[in-house]
């Protein structure tokens, strides 16, 4: 009763999945749209954006309005500060605050720092669906030679078993045959497996449903211009990087940080404006030489730090060291991004060579098949031969496909080292 109960639940999950293929370039244009990081990403950019007005906030006026309604016995005494009154409303400003002021030109350049991580962030998300797209792609191709070889190894199988029942074969040959099968059914097995948990990993990316699958459509891709020599691609890449961008963006930011706390020594001047109705059972005419009901006033708030205290100096001391930091960073990047991307230029150089290795080596293992079937036509070579033939070609296929992805992956690695991927690939 368990067993059908799980056989029914993996049942509808089937039944609810779904297989999309797609290209390269569909598959990364959607992930650009629906990837949950980078719509992270956007969120967090648009949260820097609030913050700019959040600073911006202290100049803007606020007016704020109420009533201090009250009877009073005696003299008019104040109620939290202000005059008793029918109506009470108040408006204030910060004039000059410069602190206030510095705090706005860092929160400007936070949000210029977040837009760069978004972009940063697109190309990311572009790489890893591009990564996942060529393992799928080629999982899908090394199962379906696998496939074949199986489907070839059957035929065997049976020719050979034929052949022990009519005495021409000794009966090692059907079990080392039906060895043959059971390996290239375990090989499909694999390879399946892997093709299968590629086109989840990519539909995971793409923000799909965890059921759903995307699959490699077949399409011959142009291979994107990628740079000439390791030096324009160090420059492109110093250029371009968004990573040193994002931390030079945070360094004029902690540069502003710096200046806003220095700036606490200056004065500060708040626009103040006031307004009250004022009430006769509140006795000023028992108290005041004269009553007036409409009463207003219009001025500026002046405050001079006199004493600060030792937190403006340790704060200042910390933007500092922070900023010192930052520009340690900022040289360290610019090192390690001209390294790695030489690194990935002679990768680039390795994974041709390797390719045009693994398609000479094809080349070679499909002219011996052809051989060796033209020779078991004239009977002088066996089943046997062919078999053995015809699996080292299968594993020339492989290799070459493994290559083909690996060259693919190495070209689009630099592209994205020299942050270009995104251009190629449009």
């Excluded at 629906?34 to 967090?44: F, G, W």
């Excluded at 792609?137 to 199986?150: F, G, L, T, Y």
């Excluded at 060259?407 to 689009?412: I, P, Q």
Aim: net charge neutral.
């Amino acid at each position: 009763m368990f067993k059908l109960g799980v056989l029914v639940i993996l049942t509808c999950c089937g039944l609810g999945a779904e297989v999309r293929t797609l290209t390269m370039r569909q598959a990364i244009e959607l992930a650009l749209k629906q990837n949950p990081e980078l719509t992270l990403a956007r969120l967090e950019e648009k949260k820097a954006e609030q913050d700019v007005r959040l600073a911006r906030d202290a100049f803007v006026p606020k007016v704020v309005a109420g009533s201090g309604l009250a009877y009073s016995s005696g003299f008019p005494m104040s109620i939290e500060g202000a005059t008793p009154s029918v109506i009470q409303a108040r408006a204030i400003a910060d004039v000059f605050n410069r602190p206030q002021s510095y705090r706005v030109a860092a929160a400007k350049e936070h949000r210029r720092g977040a837009a760069i991580d978004t972009a940063a962030k697109q190309q990311e998300i572009a790489w890893r669906t591009a990564e996942l797209y060529l393992d799928a792609e080629k999982a899908a191709r090394m199962a379906e030679i696998a496939s074949r070889q199986v489907e070839a190894l059957d035929q065997i199988a049976a020719t050979v078993q034929a052949r022990v029942a009519e005495g021409r074969e000794l009966p090692i040959e059907a079990r080392r045959a039906a060895l043959n099968v059971a390996r290239a059914r375990h090989r499909l097995q694999v390879l399946e497996s892997d093709c299968a948990y590629a086109e989840g990993s990519l539909a995971e990316v793409l923000g799909l449903d965890p059921a759903d699958r995307v699959r490699a459509a077949p399409e011959d891709r142009t291979p994107p211009p990628v740079p000439a020599s390791p030096e324009e691609a160090v420059q492109t890449a110093l250029s371009t990087s968004k990573e040193i961008r994002s931390l030079e963006s945070k360094l004029l930011a902690k540069g502003f940080d710096i200046r806003a706390e220095r700036a606490a020594r200056l004065p500060r001047f708040d626009l103040v404006a006031q307004y009250a109705l004022l009430g006769r059972f509140n006795n000023y005419e028992d108290f005041f030489r004269k009553f007036q009901r409409h009463n207003g006033q219009l001025g500026v708030s002046i405050q001079i730090p006199v004493f600060t205290g030792p937190g403006v100096a340790a704060a200042t001391a910390q933007a500092e060291a922070e900023a010192a930091r930052l520009r340690l960073e900022v040289q360290s990047a610019r090192r390690r991004i001209s390294t790695e991307t030489v690194r990935r230029f002679e990768e680039l150089r390795q994974a041709e060579s390797a390719l045009q290795l693994a398609r000479m080596e094809l080349d070679v293992a499909r002219e011996q098949v052809s051989i060796l079937l033209a020779q078991m036509q004239e009977g002088r070579v066996g089943l046997r031969q062919i078999e053995e033939a015809r699996s080292a070609e299968t594993d020339k296929w492989m290799l070459f496909f493994e290559a083909n992805a690996t060259l693919e992956k190495a070209r689009l690695c630099l592209l994205k080292q020299t942050g270009t991927l995104l251009a190629a690939m449009q």
